[in-house]
């Protein structure tokens, strides 16, 4: 396999946009082009993600209208990903293999999402097209009912007083939003505090609803490429380590939702590919679709000894200048999840955490970062490991 390196990374403002789908995908991969030094028609290829863009804009063939949006070579050939939340972030895994297996030399992956577009109501009903139907959605489980069992699972399994752990959660949310509070681009740029999450609206007990994060618009995309192309690169080159996917069934047979199986598989087998381990992650961007999300995330990756990660952010060692840095962007929680774009905008931060490019939220001497999406009730994850030339 050949050495692979991310070139040109973008996204746009998430939150509520009135841009279509293809006009942020086409900001973000224009954007994320121009900064690799090339141009549109040095693309071989485009992987493109997106989810519900049948239920968003009545669209469901895509890729081929934001390659032309984007003046793509007809040679370039385009081609829709859908993992649930791990959308781009598979797009992104897909384009690196073929790059390193010397197939394309550069690649453009990424996706696009208008979730605000849907409203709650249908936004609710089409996200929980990502649960089994037959076990799982038509029976009226929804995504925060999977992680309010998965707390409540937690706390039983290992004897933290729910009431303990709610409070713990709720500091996992006000370190996001404060990271988030420094990113311009981010769905919520304001601080929050404790009572904030503990006095908001019972969503699925015991998650309330500053413990879940928003639907939101927006799009992300990176410029993929083998590595001898950013030797005349004027940034920083940032090269891929290392990367995982794994994936596992329906919820009623995983049983115990506190392990998360299948990220345990995929970030394992990033670690192999990388050669390196839970030490030498210095930032990570993690899927903290809800609080708890993120402590299950943090024990996965061995950060943590099982049952141990619950009170890291209010030891504030997830934050900046902590431990291990987790979520500088803010996090789905506070920079937004437009779903099919997420993993292309995680990558992103960590391209620019290790060119040293995120301004007050720089994790300072950040040489190796992790990315981490999830899809589904933990059908799909991909982890991905970047690394800076000087690491």
Known sequence: MRQVAILGVAMTKFGVSEKTNLEMFAEAGLEAIAQSDLEPKDMEALYFGNCLGDFEEGQMHMAPFAHAELGLPISAPATRFEA?????????????LLVGAGIYDVVL????????????????????????????????LTFP???????????????????ELKLNMAEVAVKNHYHGSMNPKAHF??????????????????????????FSDGAAAVVVAEAG???????????????????CGPLYLQKDI????????????????????????????????????????????????????????????????GKV????????????HPIGATGAAQVTEIVEQLREESGPRQVEGARIGLVDTLGGDFGTICNIILRSETS
Not at 114 to 119: P, V
Not at 297 to 306: D, M, P, R, T, V
Not at 325 to 336: F, I, M, R, T, Y
Request: proline fraction near 4%; aromatic fraction near 8%; include cysteine.
């Open 145 to 163: 009912g999977v992680f309010a069992m998965a707390a409540h699972m937690y706390s039983d399994k290992y004897g933290i007083p729910l009431k």
């Open 325 to 336: 840095v987790v979520n500088p962007s803010g996090g789905l929680k506070a920079k937004g």
């Open 258 to 321: 506190t392990r998360v199986r299948s990220r345990e598989e995929s970030v394992s087998q990033a670690y192999r590919e990388s050669g390196l381990g839970p030490d030498d992650i210095d930032v990570v961007e993690l899927h903290d679709c809800f609080t708890i999300a993120e402590i299950l995330a943090l024990e996965s990756f061995g950060f943590y000894e099982f049952g141990k990660a619950y009170d890291a952010a209010t030891k504030r060692e997830t934050y900046l200048g």
């Open 109 to 140: 992956a990424g996706g696009t999402e208008r979730a605000c577009a849907m409203g709650t109501p249908l936004a609710t009903k089409t996200f929980a097209m990502g649960h089994h139907a037959q076990y799982e959605s038509r029976p009226g």
């Open 189 to 214: 740029q304001k601080e929050i505090d404790v009572n904030t999450v503990l006095d908001g609206m019972m969503v699925a007990d015991p998650l309330q609803l500053f413990d879940c994060c928003p």
């Open 84 to 96: 649930a939340c791990a959308t781009a972030t598979v797009a992104i895994r897909h384009a690196a």
């Open 229 to 247: 192309k950013a030797k005349d690169f004027s940034k920083k080159p940032v090269y891929i380590a290392g990367m995982g996917q794994a994936s």
